[in-house]
């Protein structure tokens, strides 16, 4: 039987059960003594997550929603920024900082990399007369299933008084990120990735460096003016209503993660992908991004060209009920992807990859069946002994 | 990760996030016309999977309610009556027989085994002055997961009139059984197995003749009595407070299975049976029952003596959380339960099926790591070729 669809989207994940019941109770006043103690909860839940004491806000907002908000606090019109990019969603932070007025220099990689930490170095060592008032970064590329290595990249930058702007909204919690240890400026994540709670929810910490260029800033802003935030938070509320339900589903998401421990999360999810990678590799499948830059949030995988990446998905939705995401733009019908971010189970992942080899064969692709299964299987062995 | 619970129990089954959302709803006056309407379609709805026009109840209890109310409304003290046991609800419905004074003969089969209906036959043929009143048959028999052929055995009762009364509840929709083709007087079920919802809801549906004997009934009964049942059904109620949540949860899931199709749902379960015993002896199990008494709704597994069925179901609760059952009375730590009826999806199983043979590798079973979960994988193959 098809049932209910097994969701394996880079975002939005799957909602534990747990949190689709935390959501489940009625509404309560936003400006009451009850929000309150979730708002000072969850905040203090995602620092950890962070692993910072920066100051930290929640947006009603999608991740986009919290790159804007990045950029209209902290980046002023005719400001230089550079933004290095690695795919769309590179693209997109470097978009909204044209938008609002900066003079973008851009950066760009193969689609599949990661960025080269030396050509940053070199063009900041360039930068003399410190022009460059901020570099924006991805940290995991969903569009590609690459990602940044934000700790060199940041070490790259010695002493360049650029601000660090991490888009970290895919990333956060499967791929380690330290904000305070490596020096992060500002970091921007969501809600509907590996917090595992529905989208709705944009997180932004920023660190004291960032805000003494906030209070220069000269950009037009009302929705996302952290001033406004922090002025609100102090009293435990937000400027404007808050999305309830998810604040509940998030505080109960955070007791989850915190349960498994930070750590083990992001352990599991490098489990993942090393599974998914060796086992569709078994298929004689293969993938977009060597391994050195290859993300422990998705994976995108070259489809056989005779057969094309959106018949897969098609014939996997169809039968299986299972829900990939293809490939954008240039890579549309040319890779499917594979996200194994937030709440699954590696007994889940291992179903879809067996449902994978099924669909292959019946596209008549010639595969050993079985043979991604088994190394799937083995790996889950492994993690089990450890 | 280990996540929420895999439930591979023969009941209660998994409840489809479409049932769980629509019991989810307010209470309404079990009085009105809204609850009439939701009775109404819930009988017709019941009766279908039932393939009967006879009167039929539901009754707010459990299963084994469901049987007393058989008892106590068709079955006199001092009656004789024929009880077929092939294990322990085979026990369980003699037993209830024998509580509400019916004069019980026993046949007992070995475990494992399906009744032998020639046995029945000749028992009947014996009994020239009809002193035999019932006879009383598990259609599945979930403590050791053989199933009885009901069609055959009826047909071996040949003009004998004695009612025959079947205990459905955990096979009804698993495997075929056809009310009124084959003329079974009284059938009884359960709501938590392959109707998908949870535990609470126990019907009975009965035959003219069935209903004829109850008129001279003089057992003792009053909230099984089905007069006031069918009296407060005919103004769409029911005599006492019914579970109105279940009844919410009843009327989605048999629209699920309409949407299916019963033919489909019976296949389906067939399907499933096949593949998990072929996967279990890929990886060197036995099973307990042959193919011939196999039950679609649960397989028994014989575990490794060296190992004990205990151990194994043990360490999948606690690496995978998965949910199996034991082996009851003599057959506690020799046999394991894996239940495959209702909400279950093919990958699901797969995903258990898998699970199992990680969990023999770590008790050192010698196996040939993916073997069983190959030969699952291509009957999945082979159901979405059909």
Request: charged fraction near 25%; hydrophobic fraction near 45%; charge should be negative.
């Amino acid at each position: 039987m098809k049932g209910e669809p097994y969701l394996f989207l880079p975002g939005p994940t799957p909602v534990p059960e747990r949190v689709a019941r935390a959501m489940n109770r009625p509404m309560i006043n936003h400006r009451g003594e009850e929000f309150k103690a979730i708002l000072e909860d969850v905040v203090a839940g995602i620092k950890q997550i962070y692993r910072t004491s920066a100051n930290l806000l929640i947006y009603p907002a999608s991740g986009t929603g919290g790159l804007e908000a990045a950029v209209v606090n902290f980046i002023s019109p005719g400001d230089k920024v550079l933004a290095v990019s690695i795919g769309i969603f590179g693209d997109r932070f470097a978009s909204i900082a044209e938008a609002f007025g900066a003079e973008v220099e851009k950066i760009d990689f193969p689609w599949g990399t990661g960025a080269d930490s030396q050509r940053i170095r070199e063009r900041l060592e360039q930068d003399k007369d410190h022009r460059i008032k901020a570099v924006l970064i991805t940290q995991n590329e969903t569009s590609t299933g690459a990602y940044n290595d934000v700790k060199t990249i940041r070490e790259a930058m010695g002493d360049h008084p650029a601000l660090l702007m991490v888009d970290a909204v895919s990333g956060l919690a499967a791929i380690d990120l330290r904000m305070d240890e490596w020096r992060l400026d500002v970091v921007i994540s969501g809600s509907q990735k590996a917090f595992m709670i529905p989208p709705g929810l944009s997180f932004m910490a920023f660190s004291d460096k960032a805000f003494q260029v906030y209070q220069k800033n000269t950009n037009t802003k009302y929705y996302w003016d952290l001033a406004e935030g922090l002025k609100y938070l102090r009293q435990g509320q937000t400027p404007f209503t808050p999305p309830i339900s998810l604040y509940y589903g998030l505080r109960e998401a955070l007791q989850i993660m915190a349960e498994e421990g930070l750590e083990n999360v992001i352990a599991r999810h490098t489990a993942y992908r090393d599974m998914v990678r060796a086992s569709l590799r078994a298929m004689g499948l293969r993938l977009l991004t060597e391994d050195r830059y290859a993300s422990s949030a998705v994976t995108s995988v070259i489809a056989p060209p005779e057969i094309g990446a959106n018949p897969i998905r098609k014939y996997m939705l169809d039968q299986f009920n299972i829900i990939l995401a293809g490939g954008q733009q240039k890579l549309d019908n040319v890779i499917f992807r594979i996200g194994h971010l937030g709440y699954i189970r590696e007994l889940d992942l291992l179903a879809v990859l067996a449902a994978l080899e099924i669909t292959l064969d019946h596209f008549d692709f010639s595969l050993d069946m079985g043979a991604g299964l088994k190394i799937a299987q083995k790996a889950i062995l492994n993690m089990h002994k450890q």
